[in-house]
């Protein structure tokens, strides 16, 4: 009997939340398993995780769909289109069938800010094949998501050091 494919959900306000999400790949991809990673907030920067996901090009799949941080754009409804855009992209993908794991990666926003409804996620979520693993990852996650979910972990800030003015770093925060 396959196994059922568990919903995880990393949120919070804490730093770590992708971080981990991008552990729970190389963990999967260490076994063998297929991975599909979408981005709907992470811009087109270049990031140390995607420069070392490509040493696992056979295994992980990364897709980066979004514009930039949301609260920085200009164009609202062009932010609207791209994550849209992106959420087809999961939705393919997520019932493709051709992976054990996909991380939707800040996906809570798309939620948050309106763009997408809690029902149409959770829909998709109860649409995948069953023996798929489903990642999400953002700030503030849904109480339908939550419910929805096998695993809740919520990364909580205690100390940052942006509260004394030291800036994002190369290979901790990008």
């Known amino acids: 009997m396959t196994e059922k494919g568990l919903v995880l ?3 919070g306000d804490g730093k770590g939340k992708t971080t981990a999400a991008l552990g729970q790949a190389l963990r999967a991809a260490g076994h063998g398993l297929r991975v599909c990673i979408i981005q709907f907030i992470k811009g087109a920067w ?3 995780e995607a420069k070392a996901l490509q040493a ?4 992980i799949e990364l897709h980066v769909t979004g514009s930039g941080f949301t609260w ?4 609202k ?3 609207r289109q791209t994550a849209l855009a992106g959420w087809r992209l999961a939705r393919d993908k997520v019932l493709s069938d051709d992976f054990d794991l996909v991380v939707l990666d800040e996906l809570t926003y798309l939620v948050t800010y309106g763009i997408l409804a809690e029902a149409e996620v959770i829909k998709l979520l109860a649409m995948r094949p069953p023996r798929l693993h489903v990642l999400i990852t953002g700030r503030a996650a849904s109480a ?10 919520e ?11 030291i800036q994002a770093r190369k290979g901790i925060e990008w």
């Open 72 to 75: 920085q754009a200009k164009d």
């Open 77 to 79: 409804e062009e932010v």
């Open 46 to 48: 270049e990031t140390g």
């Open 56 to 59: 696992f090009a056979e295994l």
């Open 144 to 153: 339908g998501l939550i419910a929805a979910a096998d695993l809740v972990t």
């Open 9 to 11: 959900i990393y949120t």
């Open 155 to 165: 990364m909580r800030e205690i100390k940052h050091p942006y509260k004394i003015g």
